[in-house]
C-alpha cells in the first residue's frame, strides 16, 4: 500500500512531511496538511510561537519542537533518529513551502540520504503565486531566491546573472527592494519587472513595468513586508516583437 494510500484511510505512515502552510491568508491552508498537522507524531518548525498560532487556528494540539537556522546541525540528527524508529513528523516553514530559502532544505537531504520516506504536502508557494500573476514567461524560469546582503557579492551576483534568458524570480525584504531595482537597472538596463509585495495579505500591492516605471511608482514611500521579484530573461522583448511580427 502507497504512503498516500495508508494516509487517505486515516493512518499516517512513517516518514518526513513537508507541509506548505499559508504565506498570509489563512484561508489558503489545505484540508490534507490540516489532518497531516494533526496526526503526526511531531511538527518541527522554525518558530514555535509564530507556528502556535497557526495550529490554534485550525484547532490542531500536537507538539511542536524548534528547527531553524541555528540549530540546524544539532537538531536534524535528533529528528532523523526519531524518523528511523518509524516516527511521522511534520516539517513546516514560518510561511509557504519548506525547503525553499529555509533550513528545511537541510533535514530533506539528511531525510533522504537516510533512505527516510519524504512525502510532499503541496500548498502556498511565495514565488510561484508571484511568478504566476506576474504575466512574465513561466514556461521557463530561474529562482535565485534572496541575493546576498553584502553590496559586493549582491553586485557580483546580479552582473552575472545579466545574460540569463529564462525570467528570474527572488525574494527580498521590502525595506531593500528600492535599492535592488536600482541596481538592475544600472547592470542590467530597464527592462520589465514585477514586484509582488506581501502576496494573500491584506495590504498586497503588485507593481508592474519597466525597472523605471517601478521604481518612479515606489517614488519616497518606505515599503514594508515580503516581496517577491520578478524579472524579464535578457532578450524577452525581442522574444516578444518576434511573436506579434509572426501573428501578423
Avoid at 484511510?9 to 513537508?18: D, K
Avoid at 494540539?61 to 532523523?80: A, F, G, M, Q
Avoid at 530597464?190 to 503588485?206: A, G, H, M, P, Q
Amino acid at each position: 500500500m502507497s504512503l498516500q494510500a495508508n494516509e487517505g484511510l486515516g493512518g499516517l505512515a512513517p516518514g518526513l512531511y513537508v507541509v506548505s502552510t499559508p504565506i498570509g491568508n489563512l484561508a489558503d491552508m489545505t484540508h490534507r496538511a490540516v489532518d497531516v498537522l494533526k496526526a503526526a507524531d511531531l511538527v518541527a518548525c522554525e518558530d514555535t510561537r509564530h507556528s502556535g498560532l497557526l495550529l490554534q487556528h485550525y484547532h490542531i494540539r500536537n507538539r511542536l519542537t524548534s528547527y531553524h537556522e541555528y540549530n540546524k546541525v544539532s537538531r536534524t540528527p535528533e529528528l532523523i533518529e526519531q524518523l528511523r524508529q518509524g516516527r511521522r513528523i511534520a516539517l513546516i516553514t514560518d510561511a509557504g513551502t519548506p525547503g525553499i530559502s529555509d533550513p528545511g532544505f537541510y533535514l530533506i537531504r539528511a531525510a533522504v540520504r537516510a533512505a527516510i520516506p519524504v512525502i510532499p504536502v503541496p500548498g502556498a508557494s511565495a514565488l510561484l503565486a508571484g511568478l504566476v500573476v506576474s504575466g512574465l514567461p513561466s514556461d521557463r524560469f530561474a529562482f535565485e531566491g534572496f541575493l546576498p546582503k553584502r553590496d559586493g557579492r549582491r553586485r557580483k551576483r546580479l552582473a552575472a546573472l545579466k545574460d540569463e534568458q529564462r525570467t528570474v524570480v527572488y525574494c527580498e525584504a521590502a525595506r531593500r527592494v528600492k535599492r535592488l531595482l536600482q541596481e538592475m537597472l544600472e547592470l542590467w538596463g530597464d527592462r520589465d519587472v514585477v514586484v509582488c509585495r506581501e502576496l494573500t495579505k491584506r495590504f498586497e500591492e503588485i507593481l508592474r513595468g519597466k525597472l523605471t516605471d517601478v521604481l518612479t511608482q515606489i517614488g519616497d514611500r518606505e515599503l514594508k513586508g515580503e516581496t517577491v521579484v520578478v524579472v524579464a530573461g535578457a532578450g524577452e522583448e525581442e522574444d516578444e516583437r518576434e511573436d506579434e511580427a509572426a501573428r501578423a
